[in-house]
């Protein structure tokens, strides 16, 4: 099955200025990091919410941990790889070997697994540890070979049989403004590639920022970042060099910058903390704005209360089909009517907190909500309600969807579709959408009634 990865990856190289080919990635390699809390907050699958039919209680994680445990995390990736959504779900290679090798999860998905190649000791955020706290250092647990075929070294004779792993990795290297620990880094980095080039091995090249005091000021730091991506792949040839980057977002400016420096230099995001919803949204929005081609979100996704809404949304976004604010409504409006309780209310969701989009419009930094509003939404079928018994928000776009939707221009009669009412966007004979003369207010609508339908 041809991966949607390679297709967009071609796309974007074909027509890199006008290719609308966007790349999100799942993290589920938080165990590489975090230990037992990588896993998230107990409470929901990806999905139902419910234990799965074929889980003991024994499986199901005691109450007073607090987080999921290994066979619940397992079970949200399977969840989203069923979903087939996002185009790339990084694990780590012991993950990988389960997912990947034993159940053969991703040989008939669209989805192309991948695994993370290194764990330098910034990733180290254990309980009590004191790791993060120390200059980053060049570290590697797992193997090219195991993430390959989870071993120790893969047959590689002629004729032997494609590997059954990941054939995909993201390398990370983190740059501190000192040299004997950078030049350290830039040598590690060498070794991998090399290597990977030898064993036909792609990867990602993540470029976290430093994670001790650089002296470099903070408004400053996207341009030495972006500095060091130039100067540090000057010296590779096409071969060795990584499919994509994943960094931090410093804003517009400095986006624009390094995607306009090599157009076939496909520039990705991490997500970075958690945050609000709105961060997750208008991050994606944003980026995609000024450049980026690809979103890596970890604990933004894997601390959503309803991960397949939340990825879902994610690609309506990078779709350019709903807002970043339309979107946070809609997905307050799923855990309504789902019954699921959201961690932030409406108003505290809808909030920015994240520095890098606070900084580019500082206008932002708050956002008035009427939180006594509501438009009661209704649905093209009477027993499928967008929302059950629960209404959207007022916004300008919904309301100007209710209150001035052109309907359809076909006679579309109750006798011979009983179940249809009040349409709110074009419809064709057959009474299927017609998005080629729907207003974006009406794609709203579509979107939500769609959303809410799939997710109820």
């Not at 057959?430 to 769609?450: G, K, V």
Request: hydrophobic residues 40%; neutral net charge.
């Amino acid at each position: 099955m041809m991966k949607s990865l390679d297709a967009k990856l071609n796309d974007i190289h074909s027509n890199p200025s006008s290719s609308k080919s966007f790349i999100i990635a799942d993290a589920k390699d938080a165990d590489m990091a975090f230990g037992i809390k990588a896993t998230g907050p107990r409470g929901y699958l990806a999905g139902s919410g419910e234990i799965p039919a074929h889980f003991s209680p024994e499986i199901w994680t005691r109450e007073e941990f607090g987080y999921r445990n290994l066979p619940e995390y397992l079970e949200i990736i399977r969840e989203i790889i069923a979903q087939r959504t996002i185009d790339i779900m990084l694990m780590s290679a012991s993950v990988n070997e389960r997912l990947t090798i034993q159940e053969g999860l991703f040989r008939n998905s669209p989805i192309t697994p991948a695994a993370r190649a290194n764990d330098t000791s910034d990733v180290w955020a254990i309980r009590h540890g004191n790791y993060l706290r120390e200059p980053a250092q060049p570290f590697r647990s797992a193997s090219i070979d195991a993430i390959q075929c989870g071993q120790v070294e893969c047959d590689r004779s002629p004729g032997a049989n494609d590997f059954p792993g990941a054939n995909l990795g993201l390398y990370s290297v983190t740059f501190l403004n000192e040299l004997e620990q950078d030049r350290k880094t830039l040598l590690a980095f060498k070794e991998f590639r090399e290597e990977a080039e030898r064993k036909k091995f792609r990867y990602f090249l993540e470029v976290f920022d430093p994670n001790v005091d650089s002296g470099i000021p903070p408004e400053k730091l996207g341009e030495f970042i972006n500095d060091n991506i130039i100067r540090t792949l000057a010296g590779v040839t096409d071969a060795g060099r990584p499919i994509f980057l994943k960094i931090v977002y410093h804003g517009p400016r400095l986006m624009e910058e390094l995607v306009q420096y090599d157009p076939h230099l496909i520039v990705g995001i991490l997500g970075g903390s958690a945050g609000t919803t709105h961060d997750a949204f208008k991050l994606i929005h944003d980026a995609q704005k000024h450049g980026a081609r690809v979103a890596l979100f970890g604990r933004k996704i894997n601390n959503a209360e309803h991960q397949l809404a939340f990825i879902e949304i994610l690609r309506l976004i990078t779709d350019h089909l709903i807002s970043p604010e339309e979107a946070v409504r809609a997905y307050h409006g799923i855990l309504q009517a789902k019954g699921i309780r959201p961690r932030r209310s409406l108003q505290e969701d809808l909030l920015i907190t994240e520095p890098s989009l606070i900084q580019a419009d500082p206008r932002k930094k708050t956002i008035s909500i009427s939180s006594s509003t509501s438009v009661p939404v209704h649905a093209v079928y009477a027993d499928r309600p967008i929302l059950a018994s629960s209404p959207v928000p007022a916004t300008p776009a919904s309301e100007a969807a209710i209150q001035k939707s052109d309907l359809t221009t076909e006679s579309v009669k109750p006798d011979t579709h009983p179940g249809l009412c009040s349409p709110l966007w074009p419809v064709k004979p057959d009474l299927s959408p017609d998005f080629s003369r729907m207003t974006s207010d009406q794609r709203l609508s579509y979107n939500l009634w769609r959303l809410n339908k799939k997710f109820r």
